[in-house]
């Protein structure tokens, strides 16, 4: 039977009436003042907490009305099933590759997650990682910190920026949020996606090789899933060639990652600037040793105001299911 949850003062003791807020399961720990925000509202369990997270969520399991999970972690299809009252899953992140939505789906479950409000930053990083690359910033530093500016004179020259044909693979709003961007730097701008978008005056490719064959630098803002999974693989390595450079803001599973790390050793792409890979955080080895990458930790929507946004967008979604609104932002 259910153990009616009564309400708690600060300190813990039971103030005899039962805790009308709604229980969210919480899989992972969101910011300190998201907790603290969302618990304002509803009953946060703690997954992450739990010693055994299956005892744990059977104990809730009648009362548990929404799972708040995030891009990373996402959730199973067994944690779902396991929660035979759950009327909505929001998860923190706009990659849904972690959602196992064809179990919401059976189960008539809607997913929200966090597109739009993250693109801009996630944008600014794969521009900030060309530019890194194309001009040289790590071999820069270092000709500074060796004393080699001192000793030597001038670093060699480096190749030019702005007015290169850029080839988007993923024109969602990642994607857009970086043509926008790449316009101001007088780019020529091509893009693959599933159906050319009308609204957009840059060249559409149907086929992500012949993006690569077109452009000298890829950036892939592709959402992840079934049907991206290492769609950017040796071919199109192949014909990016050794003056092309790439960027992945993405998912590490985009990419098939040994022939990216072969090209990047013998040279049959110049140069790549990365903030995803198959496994983070130990990602392969290789990467370390090489001198023409610039790695950063899956971090492109990492500024304090994207987050921010993302969380009171998961916040403001649950408040939509919970007072009878629409959804803001659903995936299914
Ligand atoms: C975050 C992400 O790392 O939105 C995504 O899909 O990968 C990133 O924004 C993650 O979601 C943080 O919760």
């Known amino acids: 039977m259910d153990t009616v949850v009564e309400a708690q003062t600060p300190n813990g003791q039971n103030v005899g009436s039962p805790d009308p807020r709604p229980e969210i399961l919480m899989v992972r720990p969101y910011a300190q003042w998201a907790i603290d925000m969302l618990a304002a509202t509803y009953q946060i369990h703690r997954l992450w907490e739990a010693p055994d997270p299956a005892a744990f969520v059977a104990e809730r399991a009648s009362r548990v009305r929404a799972i708040a999970t995030d891009a990373i972690i996402g959730f199973k299809a067994d944690l779902i099933d396991a929660l035979p009252n759950l009327e ?58 060796s004393g080699e500016w001192s000793r030597h004179g001038t670093m060699e020259f480096v190749p030019r920026f702005f007015g290169r044909r850029v080839g988007i693979a993923g024109l969602g709003h990642i994607g857009r949020a970086v043509a926008k961007r790449l316009s101001g730097f007088d780019a020529e701008i091509g893009y ?131 007072s009878g609104r629409p959804l803001l932002t659903p995936v299914v």
């Open 88 to 145: 909505v899953i929001c998860s923190n992140g706009a990659g849904t590759d972690s959602l196992d939505l064809e179990a919401a789906k059976r189960r008539g479950i809607p997913v929200t997650n966090t597109p739009g409000v993250l693109a801009g930053d996630v944008a600014d990083l794969a521009v900030a990682l060309a530019i890194s690359v194309i001009r040289r910033m790590r071999a820069a530093d270092a000709y500074i910190r």
């Open 192 to 322: 693959f996606d599933i159906a050319a978008r009308p609204d957009v005056p840059y060249t559409f490719f149907d086929n992500l090789v012949a993006l690569a064959n077109w452009c000298n630098l890829l950036i892939v803002t592709l959402s992840s899933g079934p049907s991206t999974q290492k769609i950017v693989n040796a071919p199109v390595f192949e014909v990016l060639g050794p003056d092309g450079y790439f960027v992945n803001v993405s998912r590490g599973f985009i990419v098939d990652e040994p022939p990216l790390l072969d090209a990047l050793e013998n040279h049959r792409i110049a140069r790549a600037g990365l903030d995803v890979f198959w496994n983070e955080p130990k990602i392969d080895a290789r990467f370390l040793a090489l001198d023409n990458v610039v790695l950063y930790p899956h971090h492109g929507s990492g500024t304090a105001e994207a987050r921010k946004a993302m969380l009171e967008l998961v916040r403001d979604n649950l408040a939509a299911h919970f």
